[in-house]
C-alpha cells in the first residue's frame, strides 16, 4: 500500500508513475487527498473538543469541592453536549478514514525509476542473454511426448483424478522433480538463506499482506468453510512471517528461503500455450524473500538476479532476463525482472523465475517496520523471486537434452538422481 505521506506531499510525481503502470484512474489521487483533508481536519476539530472536555471536567472537579452545585451542573450539561459533538464527529472521521483505506487499496505500486513505459510482454526490455539453442534431432518431440515416451509424467491420470492442470509425476519423473527441488534448495542455502517450510494455506489478512488480495482473489484456490487459501507462491506465508512486528535494524538484511506446491486457478486460461507442463494448477516452487533496508534493496535485487542466473547457468540452459515494462508488472512489485529459458522443442521462451523488489508496499499493509539507529521506526523493503519454478523448467530441460540416446541429465542433477540419461 502506498504511504499517504507519498501522495501528500507528491501528487503529480504519483501520477505520473502510475501512469507508466497504465493505471487509468488517476483522478482517484485528488479524491484521496482529499479525504484526507477531510480526515485529519476531523481529527482536529475531535482533539479540540477533547480538550475542551478535558478543561470542563476540571472545572466541574471545582466547582463540586467548592459545594458550586448550581454551576457543576451547568458545567455537566457542557459537558454532554460536547460528548455527544465528540461523538458524532468520530462517526464521521471512521467513515472518513473507512473511504479513504478503501481509495488507498485501489493503487497499485509505484514502479521504479528503472521501469519503462509499455503495454504488455512485448516492450520488455531484454538486459541479458546466455546460451544457445541446441541443435536437436530431426524428429524432436515436445516435452509432452518425451514424458509419455519416457514414463515420466502421466497428464492423463492427473486429469482423472483430479482434472486439467494437475500432472502426476511418476517414476524417474518424480525422482527429477526431487532431484530439482533438491539442488535448488541447497544452492539458495549456500547463499546465506534460512530454509523455512510455510503451511500451504493462508489466512485473509496474509493474502492481503503480501497484495494478493484484492487484486488476484479470482485466481486462489478459496476454502469458505475456514475462510482460508491455498497459497499461490511461498512468498505469502514466508514474507507474513514478519507480520504486525517491529524489528532490530541489525537483523536486516533478512533472507528466507523455502520450497513449496503453490496453486493457481489461472481463470480464462487454455489453448497450445497451456498444454504440458506450460500452464498449471499445482506445481512446485523454491522461493527466496529478502527483507531488507530501503537504502540497499536494489543492491539485494542485483545480488537475487545474479544467484538465479547462475543457477541456470549450471544447468546449462539458455536463458535471457528482461527487465518488464509498467504494463506487464505486477500489482505489487517496484520493479520485477523475469527470467525465460528456450525450449528449443516448442522453439519459445519459457518464464522460469520472477524476481522482484516490492520496496514499502507490502511492509506498510504487513505493518513491518525496523526500529533504525536513528530511535525511530521505518519501513523495510520486501523482495521475493522463484529460485526457481519447477514445470517449464523441468519442459526446458527434457526438450533441450533429448538425444537418439536418451535424455542426459544435467551435470549437477546426476549425482542426486544416480543417472546420467534417462533410457526408453
Known amino acids: 500500500m502506498l504511504l499517504l505521506d507519498v501522495i501528500r506531499e507528491n501528487p503529480s510525481v504519483v501520477k505520473k508513475k502510475l501512469a507508466i503502470k497504465n493505471f487509468k484512474n488517476l483522478e482517484i489521487i485528488d479524491e484521496i487527498i482529499d479525504l484526507d483533508k477531510q480526515r485529519r481536519s476531523l481529527q482536529l476539530q475531535r482533539d479540540q473538543q477533547q480538550k475542551e472536555l478535558n478543561d470542563l471536567s476540571k472545572k466541574i472537579g471545582h466547582a463540586y469541592q467548592s459545594k458550586n452545585i448550581d454551576q457543576a451542573e451547568k458545567l455537566k450539561q457542557i459537558s454532554s453536549s460536547i460528548k455527544e459533538q465528540i461523538s458524532q464527529i468520530e462517526k464521521q472521521h471512521d467513515e472518513v478514514a473507512n473511504l479513504l483505506?478503501?481509495?488507498?487499496?485501489?493503487?497499485?505500486?509505484?514502479?521504479?525509476?528503472?521501469?519503462?513505459p509499455g503495454q504488455s510482454a512485448e516492450d520488455n526490455e531484454i538486459v541479458f542473454e546466455y546460451g544457445h539453442p541446441p541443435h536437436l534431432p530431426f524428429d524432436a518431440?515436445?516435452?509432452?511426448?518425451?514424458?509419455?515416451?519416457?514414463?515420466?509424467?502421466d497428464f492423463e491420470l492427473g486429469a482423472k483424478i483430479t482434472g486439467s492442470g494437475f500432472p502426476v509425476y511418476t517414476g524417474i519423473g518424480a525422482l527429477y522433480q526431487r532431484a530439482l527441488i533438491h539442488f535448488f534448495l541447497n544452492e539458495c542455502i549456500a547463499a546465506g538463506y534460512y530454509e523455512i517450510q510455510p503451511p500451504l494455506l493462508v489466512n485473509e489478512s496474509s493474502a492481503f499482506g503480501t497484495g494478493q488480495l484484492p487484486d488476484k482473489d479470482k485466481q486462489m484456490y478459496f476454502v469458505p468453510e475456514d475462510n482460508l487459501y491455498l497459497i499461490?507462491?511461498?512468498?505469502?506465508?514466508?514474507?507474513?512471517l514478519y507480520r504486525d512486528m517491529i524489528i532490530g535494524e541489525n537483523e536486516l538484511p533478512i533472507k528466507m528461503v523455502a520450497y513449496s506446491v503453490c496453486f493457481r486457478r489461472e481463470a480464462g486460461s487454455y489453448g497450445k500455450d497451456v498444454r504440458g507442463l506450460n500452464r498449471l494448477h499445482q506445481f512446485d516452487k523454491v522461493e527466496i524473500v529478502q527483507?531488507?533496508?530501503?537504502?540497499?534493496?536494489?543492491?539485494?535485487?542485483?545480488?537475487?538476479?545474479?544467484?538465479?542466473?547462475?543457477?541456470?547457468?549450471?544447468?546449462?540452459?539458455?536463458?535471457?532476463i528482461v527487465r518488464l515494462c509498467g504494463g506487464d508488472m505486477s500489482f505489487a512489485s517496484a520493479l520485477t525482472y523475469d527470467f525465460e529459458v528456450y525450449s528449443a522443442a516448442q522453439q519459445k521462451w519459457l518464464e522460469v523465475s520472477s524476481v522482484s523488489n516490492f520496496e514499502t508496499f507490502q511492509a506498510v499493509r504487513m505493518k513491518l517496520k525496523f526500529k533504525g539507529s536513528d530511535g525511530k521506526t521505518h519501513y523495510p523493503h520486501t523482495l521475493?523471486?522463484?529460485?526457481?519454478?519447477?514445470?517449464?523448467?523441468?519442459?526446458?530441460?527434457?526438450?533441450?537434452?533429448?538425444?537418439?540416446?536418451?535424455?542426459?541429465?544435467?551435470?549437477?542433477?546426476?549425482?542426486?538422481?544416480?543417472?546420467?540419461?534417462?533410457?526408453?
Open 232 to 240: 499461490p507462491t511461498a512468498e505469502v506465508p514466508v514474507t507474513n
Open 141 to 153: 518431440l515436445p516435452h509432452w511426448d518425451l514424458a509419455k515416451k519416457f514414463n515420466l509424467i
Open 384 to 424: 521475493n523471486g522463484s529460485s526457481l519454478a519447477l514445470p517449464r523448467l523441468l519442459a526446458a530441460l527434457l526438450e533441450n537434452n533429448q538425444t537418439n540416446e536418451g535424455l542426459i541429465i544435467p551435470e549437477p542433477l546426476r549425482d542426486i538422481m544416480q543417472l546420467n540419461i534417462i533410457k526408453s
Open 291 to 320: 527483507i531488507t533496508h530501503p537504502d540497499k534493496s536494489y543492491d539485494a535485487l542485483n545480488e537475487m538476479v545474479d544467484h538465479v542466473k547462475n543457477i541456470l547457468i549450471k544447468l546449462n540452459l539458455p536463458f535471457r
Open 101 to 116: 483505506h478503501e481509495k488507498l487499496l485501489l493503487l497499485p505500486n509505484l514502479p521504479s525509476d528503472q521501469v519503462k
